[in-house]
């Protein structure tokens, strides 16, 4: 399981990001109350995109194809 946190951005209205793999949360709370339990179960139940991994696919397929 890759370690992932979340980051909050903003507090009204309350925007959230994955710092693993930068998915955003946002929680639209009707009473303006801060509802942190709401991002915090997004976030729990949201699945990390696998970014770096295939950044790094597309950056060596780059360089091999730039370099000839
Ligand atoms: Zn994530």
Do not use: W
Not at 34 to 43: D, M, V
Request: hydrophobic share 30%.
């Amino acid at each position: 399981m890759a370690k992932r946190k979340l980051r909050i951005v903003r507090e009204t209205p309350q925007l959230g990001i994955c710092e693993y793999c930068n998915m955003q949360f946002s929680a639209v709370t009707p009473l303006g109350a801060p509802n942190k339990t709401k991002i915090q179960e997004q976030f729990n139940a949201h699945k990390c995109k696998p970014v770096d991994s295939s950044q790094n696919a597309l950056r060596i397929v780059r360089e091999a194809t730039e370099g000839k």
